[in-house]
């Protein structure tokens, strides 16, 4: 079974400027998540999207982070602008109940805003 | 915010000892998860155990549930180099949401 992938592993970005994450679930699980980690912390949820609807968003600072999934399969993360604070592990999840509710996580993507 | 919160943050043993951590939590929940991290990769799934569990194993791991105490550890035993990482407590309600807490940078000396 292939995993949860995720591109890039890395970007490096200057302050004010726009970024994408891209995250391809693993097929059939309906729910999908984007947590941020920054460094020395515990994953942080952003978003929940069960198919393609928006389940929870109560986290995502929605003046510069938008999210959507699409056909409830692939989902994006964007962040514009970029400020410093955002330098963190983006790391896409997703899970299903024939796995008890266990995440399966990608590898993140690591973003480093200077 | 998050939910978890696990003690040691960081606990160094030598190979073949069991490594213990500890998971607080505050409210009711579904079930309970553990997760590791390896530096700089994504986190991998250990274990689950639902909130009408005591105790769950899966080969060298043991975890207990005590939800009167709002508390969960996880035993590793015989520890090796390749157990070290970091792990992570995370919390489930109804809507699936797992919330985690900050972890314990676990280091197995050989």
Not at chain 2, 37 to 58: A, P, Y
Request: aromatic share 8%; charged share 20%.
């Amino acid at each position: 079974e292939a995993g949860v992938a995720q591109s890039p592993r890395y970007k490096i970005i200057e302050k004010r400027q726009s970024v994408a994450f891209w995250c391809n679930p693993i097929s059939g699980h309906a729910t999908l998540y984007w947590y941020q980690q920054i460094l020395g912390q515990g994953p942080k949820l952003l978003i929940q999207f069960q198919n393609n609807g928006v389940v929870d968003d109560s986290q995502l600072p929605k003046d510069r982070f938008s999210a959507e999934r699409l056909k409830g399969v692939d989902s994006t993360l964007k962040i514009q602008p970029a400020k410093l604070e955002d330098s963190a592990v983006y790391l896409c999840a997703s899970s299903s109940i024939k796995d008890s509710y266990g995440y399966t996580f990608g590898s993140g993507t690591r973003l480093t805003v200077v | 915010s998050q939910q978890g919160e696990e003690d040691p943050q960081a606990l160094s043993i030598q190979e073949g000892e069991n490594a213990t951590m500890n998971c607080s939590y505050k409210t009711s929940i579904n079930n309970l998860q553990w997760y590791r991290q390896n530096s700089g990769r994504g986190l991998v799934h250990l274990i689950l155990i639902r909130s009408n569990e005591r105790e769950k194993h899966s080969g060298r791991l043991r975890v207990t549930l005590d939800t009167s105490k709002k508390s969960s550890s996880l035993l590793i035993t015989a520890s090796r180099a390749a157990d070290t990482a970091s792990y992570f407590c995370a919390t489930a309600a109804l809507s699936e949401k797992l919330v985690f807490g900050k972890g314990t940078k676990l280091t197995v000396n050989p």
